[in-house]
């Protein structure tokens, strides 16, 4: 990884992308939307403050854990006033994730059932009709599994 001096060091965008590990095609796209100030040019090539490799780093880590980048846009915006916004935006993307892990549990248990069924084929399992005729009268796959 690229060493960076962060005594008023000047990146170029490449060696913010090699910092980085982020395509210097993102990071021009992140700056168009704001997520990334818009950097300084010297004799015309994109010059970032060192603090940049922070930033990018933080931008990584909040999509991971699933923000999308509007998201991330309000929660690394500076804000002159303190703001609840961004703890909400957080508690909600919890409970979004939340329901994801449901979902996705949901799902992982009904094909274990499906690989442990003892019927050759699905369409013969009770289970699997019972399942099948809940989903179709709207319940979603956690409710139509549970019953």
Request: net charge negative.
């Amino acid at each position: 990884m690229l060493e960076v001096n962060m005594a008023d060091e000047r990146l170029t965008i490449g060696e913010l992308a090699k910092a980085t590990g982020v395509a210097t095609s993102a990071l021009r796209y992140w700056e168009d939307l704001g997520l990334i100030p818009v950097p300084a040019r010297v004799s015309g090539q994109r010059r970032y403050p060192a603090s940049s490799v922070e930033l990018v780093g933080m931008i990584l880590l909040l999509r991971d854990v699933g923000f999308t980048l509007r998201e991330v846009k309000a929660l690394v915006t500076p804000r002159p006033e303190k703001s609840r916004a961004w703890q909400e935006l957080q508690e909600r993307k919890l409970a979004e994730l939340d329901e994801r892990i449901a979902q996705a549990q949901a799902a992982r248990t009904a094909i274990a059932h499906g690989l442990a069924c003892p019927h050759e084929d699905f369409y013969d399992c009770p289970n699997f009709t019972a399942i099948l005729a809940a989903r179709l009268a709207g319940a979603s796959l956690q409710e139509a599994h549970s019953h």
